[in-house]
């Protein structure tokens, strides 16, 4: 293949883009706004970047020493689920609003596909602390997110939901940790919630139903007397009820359904050319960006991605995930 060339001075501009010198030139890759205040950017090349972003993908620019080199559009994948777990959380009540550090453009494209109630777009990485404060002076606020730039939102929410497969700043800052990367069990989990709480309340009340009802009873009202084996009878029905009653959330819908689903759901994949942990990222990205891939676990040393299926993955799109990202497949179990 051809030859890297020497990449040195390499800086990351938070919110926008990177620079480095490549084999002795300044180079500068980010947004539009960021680009053109180093090089000149005509008319069709921005509406060719307008396009791209209504189109859900985000543009990047490229310059080298004032001279535009060109733009790439890169885009996330909406998971399959994604659509339906914004319409069931939207069905409780719930208000949901996608916060993100694309363009305006980009996010709202993205955000019609997936249904969500608001946008709030390019929003820089310390900016979204302070948008879930916004949000807060409306209500109690729920953050769900997955990376190092997620820690302070999550901290800041009423609750914090990370997704398990995110940074471990990101775990360590949530309230809850989602074993999957899916939305999908972010509506289970709020609906699990309501249904504990719920349960909680119905608990309450048969413990003290048989209290308020033969406590009276026991104290002589209205005559009668009662015999102490019937009170305590009663006491320990009282005790069976309350247990029954919370041992229903076992039966929870939900729960039962991913686990007849997770049940023999899973593959490896063998792959050869993975170096060290930023290779590990690049093929995890990948395989959970495909429909039905609730997360993958991905290993440089042992050369295997262990994926975990919620439905049929066909055995060549696994293969041209990772293959696209430079790795080679040797075989598929």
Same mark, same amino acid.
């Given at each position: 293949? @051809? @030859?890297l060339p020497e990449v040195t001075g390499f800086s990351a501009l938070s919110g926008s883009g990177v620079t480095a010198v490549v084999a002795g030139r300044a180079m500068h890759g980010g947004s539009m706004a960021y680009i053109s205040t180093l090089?000149?950017?005509d008319n069709v090349l921005a509406e060719r970047a307008d396009a791209l972003a209504k189109a859900g993908k985000t543009p990047l620019f490229f310059e080298e020493d004032g001279r535009l /080199?060109?733009?790439? @559009?890169v885009a996330d994948v909406i998971k399959s689920d994604s659509p339906e777990a914004v319409a069931q959380m939207r069905s409780m009540g719930i208000e949901v609003v996608m916060l993100t550090g694309d363009n305006e453009a980009t996010a709202r494209a993205i955000g019609s596909q997936v249904g969500v109630d608001d946008v709030i777009a390019g929003v820089l990485p310390d900016g979204k602390e302070k948008a879930i404060r916004d949000l807060q002076e409306k209500g109690k606020v729920a953050m769900v997110g997955d990376g190092i730039n997620d820690a302070p939102a999550l901290t800041r929410a009423d609750i914090g939901i990370a997704i398990g497969a995110g940074a471990d700043v990101a775990v360590d800052s949530a309230d809850i940790v989602l074993m999957n990367s899916t939305l999908a069990d972010v509506a289970k989990a709020i609906d699990l919630s309501r249904r504990t709480l719920r349960n909680i309340h119905e608990n309450l009340f048969w413990a003290f139903f048989y209290n308020l009802i033969c406590i009276p009873l026991a104290a002589g /009202?209205?005559?009668?007397?009662?015999n102490p084996m019937i009170g305590a009878a009663a006491m320990s /029905?009282?005790?069976?009820?309350v247990c029954m009653n919370a041992l229903r959330l076992n039966l929870y819908g939900a729960k039962n359904e991913n686990k007849k689903r997770s049940k023999n759901m899973k593959k490896t994949v063998n792959i050869e050319g993975m170096m060290c942990p930023h290779?590990? @990222?690049?093929?995890?990205?990948a395989l959970e960006a495909l429909a039905n891939v609730a997360s993958a676990e991905v290993s440089h040393k042992a050369g295997t991605a262990i994926l975990s299926l919620s439905g049929d993955v066909d055995d060549a799109a696994i293969k041209k995930a990772v293959e696209d990202k430079g790795y080679k497949v040797v075989s598929i179990q």
């Open positions: 293949g @051809a @030859a090089a000149p950017v /080199l060109g733009i790439i @559009a /009202l209205f005559g009668w007397k009662m /029905l009282s005790s069976f009820t290779c590990e @990222a690049n093929v995890k990205k």
